[in-house]
C-alpha cells in the first residue's frame, strides 16, 4: 500500500513540473510580453523597459524560470494588478468560501445521486428508470450559471424566499474563524449567523450541484447493472442469503467503487461550475477573484488561480487513486 | 509487398467487410431506439433552421429598427408588437430574428469548436497509438497535463491570452476536447494492435501505414464519432459559459445564442425572456446531441450486442 502511494506521489511530480513550465511560459506569450500586460494601459516603452529590468525579463530564460519555480514553492505569487495584495494572501482569504460552496454541491450530488441511480438501476426499462435518465441527460444540457439565473429568478425575485446572493446578510456581525460562514456561526455560537449563510447557500450548491448530480447518477445505475449480472451475485442468491443482503453487500458495496472514482473526477466540473455559479451569486470566493483577473486582465492573479486549481485538481485525483487502493486491493497490482 | 499479398490483404479487407459489422449494426440499432429518433430530430431541425434561416428571418437581425429604439429606454425594453414577433433586445434589434440567425453562428461555433479538437486529438491519439513506445508516452503525459487543468480554466487561459473575438472562442473551446479525443483514439487503437485481424494483416507482409489507416484507424473511430456528437452539446455551453465571464466575442452584434445569453445577464429584471429564449435553445439543442450521442454510444457498446 505505502508503495503505491509513494508511486503515485512520484507520478504526479512530473505533471505537477511541467504545469509550471506550462503555466510560467502562458504569462510569456502574451502580446507584448508580461510587462506590457502588467503594465496594462500605463505602458510606455520607458516603464516596459524599466519593468523588465525590475522583474529580470532580461535575464536567460531559464534563470527566470528558476527563479519562478523558487518563488511559487514558497508561495509567492506576486501581487495582484487590482488590489496590490499578494495573490497568495487573496486565494487564502477566499478559499473557504468555495471550499464551502463546492464541499455543500457535492455533498447534495451524492446524497440524490447516489440513491436515485440506485433506484434507477432497480427499475431498469421501467417508467421511474426513463424518467431519470432523462432528467440526468437534461440537467447536463442546462448551462450551470443558466441554472442559477432561474433559481435566482425564481426563488428570490417571484417568490423571494431566499436571498439572491452573498454569503451572509450584511446586518449580521459574526465573527470570521474559519471562513466558512455556516461553520464559523456553529464554533462562535451564533447561530443565527449559521442559519443565515446557510440559506445564503442553497441555492449556489443546488446551481453547482446539478452536474455532478446528473453524472453520479448515470455512474451509480450502470455500475448497479453491471454488478446485478456478476456471478457472485448469482451465488449469493442461489446460496439463500436475503434479497436485502445480496442488496446491500454485494450489489451496493461493490458498485459504489466507480462512483468514488467519478466523485475525484468531478472536482474539475467543480471547479469550473464554482466559477460561474460564483458569478450569477456574487459568492466572493476563488470563482470570484478569478472573474475579476479576467475582467481587468490581472494576470499575476490570474496565473496563480490557474496554478492553484491545476495542483487541487491533482492532489484531489491523487487523494481518489489512494482511496481506491484502499477500497479495491486489485488496483494496487497495476 | 509482393501481388499476392495484395490480393490476400484485400480479401481479407472484403471479408471484413462482408456480413453485418459492427459500426452497421450499431447504426440499425440506434435508430430503433425512439430516444436516438429524437435527439436525431432535434438536431436535424437545428442544422435545417440554421441553414434557412437567414432566409425567413422577417426582419434584419443586424440592424436597429426606429419603431423598437422609440420606446427603448434603460427600465424598458419593448415586448412583442406587430411586426416583431418577440419585440425587441438591448439594442433595438429585432429579437425574434436575431434568435432564429442564431442557430446558424451557434452551429458555426460548436461544429468548429469540436472539428479542431477532433482533429488535433487524433493527430495525437493517432500517433500514440500507431507508433507506441516513448511516443505514446510523451504524447500521453501532454494530454495527462492538459486533463490537469480543469476545462473550462484551460479555455479561460487561452482565451485570455488571445483578442476577444469568436476564432478566439472556438479555439478556447476547442482545446477541452483535444485531450479526451487523444485518449479515445489512442485507447482503441491499442486495442486494436493486438486484435487478430491486424495480426494477421502483420503475418501477411502489410506496410505499418497500410495497417494503421485501412485496419486500425477505421476499427477505432467509432468512440471518437459518438465523442465528437457529445462534445458539439458541450462546446457550445462551453463558449456560452466564456461570453458569461466577459470572454466572448468582442463582436456584441453578432447573433450567437451563447452570446446573446451572456450579455442578457445584466437585464434579467428588465427583459428575463432576451436570456430565457438563447438559454432554451441552448439547452435544446444540447439536449438533442447528447441523446444522439449516448444512444449512439450504447448501441456502439458489444454488450448491448443482440
Known amino acids: 500500500m505505502l508503495r503505491f502511494t509513494v508511486r503515485r506521489l512520484l507520478q504526479a511530480v512530473p505533471t505537477l513540473f511541467v504545469l509550471s513550465i506550462l503555466v510560467f511560459a502562458w504569462l510569456r506569450l502574451l502580446p507584448g510580453g508580461p510587462a506590457t500586460a502588467l503594465l496594462g494601459d500605463k505602458a510606455t516603452p520607458e516603464r516596459v523597459a524599466a519593468m523588465n529590468a525590475v522583474m529580470g525579463l532580461d535575464d536567460p530564460i531559464v534563470v527566470q524560470y528558476f527563479r519562478f519555480l523558487g518563488r511559487i514553492l514558497t508561495g509567492d505569487f506576486g501581487n495582484s494588478l487590482i488590489t496590490g495584495d499578494p495573490v497568495m494572501e487573496e486565494v487564502s482569504w477566499a478559499f473557504p468560501a468555495t471550499l464551502e460552496l463546492s464541499v455543500a454541491a ?6 440524490f445521486g447516489i440513491p436515485m441511480g440506485y433506484i434507477a438501476a432497480r427499475f431498469r426499462g421501467r417508467f421511474l428508470d426513463n424518467a431519470t435518465v432523462v432528467t440526468t441527460l437534461v440537467g447536463v444540457a442546462v448551462p450551470v450559471f443558466f441554472l442559477g439565473f432561474l433559481l435566482k429568478y425564481v426563488f428570490t425575485q417571484e417568490m423571494s424566499l431566499l436571498p439572491p446572493s452573498g454569503r451572509q446578510d450584511v446586518l449580521i456581525d459574526s465573527t470570521r474563524v474559519t471562513g466558512i460562514a455556516t461553520l464559523d456561526g456553529l464554533l462562535t455560537g451564533e447561530f443565527d449567523a449559521t442559519w443565515d ?5 442553497i441555492l449556489p450548491a443546488v446551481a453547482l450541484a446539478s452536474i455532478p448530480f446528473a453524472v453520479i447518477v448515470r455512474i451509480t445505475r450502470a455500475s ?9 451475485v448469482r451465488t449469493a442468491d442461489s446460496k439463500g442469503l436475503t434479497t436485502q443482503v445480496v442488496r ?6 461493490n458498485a459504489l467503487l466507480p462512483v468514488s472514482t467519478t466523485i475525484g473526477l468531478q472536482t474539475g466540473l467543480l471547479m469550473s461550475g464554482a466559477v460561474l455559479t460564483e458569478k450569477v451569486f456574487a459568492w466572493g470566493g476563488l470563482g470570484t477573484l478569478l472573474e475579476q483577473a479576467i475582467q481587468q486582465r490581472d494576470y499575476p492573479r490570474l496565473q496563480g488561480l490557474i496554478l492553484l486549481f491545476a495542483v487541487v485538481f491533482v492532489l484531489v485525483n491523487l487523494l481518489v487513486d489512494i482511496s481506491y487502493a484502499i477500497i479495491d486491493p486489485r488496483v494496487r497490482v497495476r | 509487398m509482393s501481388i499476392l499479398s495484395t490480393r490476400k490483404a484485400e480479401k481479407i479487407d472484403s471479408l471484413a467487410e462482408g456480413g453485418t459489422s459492427l459500426a452497421m449494426d450499431a447504426l440499425r440499432r440506434t435508430f430503433r431506439s425512439p430516444v436516438a429518433i429524437l ?9 435545417i433552421l440554421a441553414i434557412i434561416s437567414p432566409f425567413i428571418a422577417p426582419k434584419d437581425p443586424y440592424r436597429p429598427y426606429p419603431e423598437l429604439k422609440a420606446e427603448l429606454t434603460p427600465s424598458n425594453i419593448p415586448g412583442p408588437m406587430p411586426g416583431f414577433l418577440l419585440g425587441s433586445d438591448q439594442n433595438g434589434y429585432d429579437f425574434f430574428s436575431r434568435l432564429l440567425v442564431g442557430a446558424q453562428q451557434t452551429l458555426f461555433v460548436g461544429v468548429f469548436a469540436t472539428l479542431i479538437g477532433v482533429a488535433i486529438g487524433m493527430i495525437i491519439g493517432g500517433l500514440a497509438g500507431a507508433f507506441g513506445g516513448w511516443v505514446d508516452s510523451v504524447l500521453m503525459r501532454l494530454t495527462d497535463i492538459m486533463l490537469s487543468v480543469p476545462s473550462l480554466l484551460l479555455a479561460i487561459s487561452i482565451a485570455a491570452l488571445l483578442p476577444g473575438s469568436q476564432w478566439t472562442v472556438i479555439i478556447a473551446v476547442a482545446m477541452i476536447g483535444v ?12 486495442a486494436q494492435r493486438s486484435s ?5 494483416a502483420t503475418a501477411l507482409g502489410v506496410k505499418r501505414k497500410t495497417i494503421v489507416f485501412r485496419h486500425m484507424l477505421p476499427n477505432s473511430i467509432g468512440p471518437v464519432i459518438v465523442q465528437a456528437t457529445l462534445t458539439l452539446a458541450t462546446a457550445i455551453i462551453d463558449a456560452a459559459a466564456l461570453s458569461f465571464l466577459g470572454l466572448g466575442d468582442s463582436d456584441w452584434r453578432r447573433a450567437e445564442w451563447g452570446l446573446m445569453l451572456g450579455n442578457a445577464q445584466e437585464l434579467l429584471s428588465v427583459k428575463p425572456s432576451l436570456a430565457f429564449f438563447p438559454a432554451i435553445a441552448i439547452i435544446v439543442v444540447a439536449l438533442g446531441f447528447t441523446l444522439l450521442g449516448e444512444s449512439m454510444r450504447e448501441s456502439l457498446d458489444p454488450k448491448n450486442r443482440r
Not at chain 1, 448497479?224 to 457472485?232: K, N, S
Not at chain 2, 485531450?179 to 491499442?190: D, E, S
Not at chain 2, 487478430?196 to 494477421?200: E, G, Q, R, S, T
Request: aromatic share 8%; no cysteine; proline share 2%.
Open chain 1, 248 to 253: 446491500k453487500r454485494h450489489v451496493l458495496r
Open chain 1, 224 to 232: 448497479v447493472l453491471d454488478v446485478q449480472g456478476e456471478d457472485f
Open chain 2, 39 to 47: 435527439g436525431l430530430v432535434i438536431v436535424g431541425l437545428f442544422v
Open chain 2, 179 to 190: 485531450p479526451v479525443f487523444a485518449r479515445l483514439l489512442r485507447g482503441a487503437m491499442i
Open chain 1, 197 to 201: 449563510a446557510m440559506l445564503h447557500l
Open chain 2, 196 to 200: 487478430d485481424h491486424v495480426l494477421a
Open chain 1, 106 to 111: 457535492m455533498f447534495l450530488a451524492v446524497l
